[in-house]
Nanobody, 115 residues
């Protein structure tokens, strides 16, 4: 498994932007997927966006066109650029990594969008 540390959450007004970052504790040489999930108040954890090591992406319908996932493999880092934020984007955002069949999660970072 790999340790994941998120940063970049905070409070922002609706329509604003934030960029989340997640650094992995080591270089992942195997085929892998990294990405972001979120859990809003009273809701189940849901996928936001993922990106495989070969660059394939997957987005939740609710964030398509507003959020962009990217990776810097040299820095063992995955990013989530969030634009046009809405109050319903308020959640704890968790970084995720799957290496072969092993899943790792970060501790989460709070994103709050005020109306």
């Amino acid at each position: 498994q790999v340790q994941l540390v998120e940063s970049g959450g905070g409070l922002v007004q609706a329509g604003g932007s934030l960029r989340l970052s997640c650094v992995a504790s080591r270089t992942i040489n195997s085929r892998n997927t990294m990405g972001w999930y979120r859990q809003g108040p009273g809701k189940q954890r849901e996928l936001v966006a993922t990106m495989t090591s070969d660059g394939s992406t997957n987005y939740a319908d609710s964030v398509k066109g507003r959020f962009t996932i990217s990776r810097d493999n040299a820095r063992n880092t995955v990013y989530l650029q969030m634009n046009s934020l809405k109050p319903e984007d308020t959640a704890v955002y968790y970084c995720y990594a799957r290496v072969i069949v092993f899943d790792s999660w970060g501790q989460g970072t709070q994103v709050t969008v005020s109306s």
